[in-house]
């Protein structure tokens, strides 16, 4: 397993949601992209994290780096690989692991 690993992400916060809707938000991401629609597109349309406007590219990052439950989902993920929906302190995420 790599040290370091690339990724990106949408983020459906839960700061102004509920959380029922920002799942709901996510899960219906989760399904466009499914469908063929580009991660990219998907987190410069909804994505609440900074990282959206660049499709969600979040860079190269280590152990330690991310909350646990992202770190978790995002090491676990082959490259090219997308995450289902990932609970954490900020709400809902969609992890795609780019490297």
Known sequence: MSSQIRASHILVSTDSKSKEDALA??????????????????ARDISDCPSGSGGGDLGSFGKGAMVPEFETAAFDLDVDAMSGPV???????LIQRTE
Request: no cysteine.
């Open 25 to 42: 938000a996510i899960e219906a991401a989760h399904k466009e992209i499914s469908d063929g629609k580009a991660f990219a597109d998907v």
């Open 87 to 93: 609970e954490t302190s900020f709400g809902y995420h």
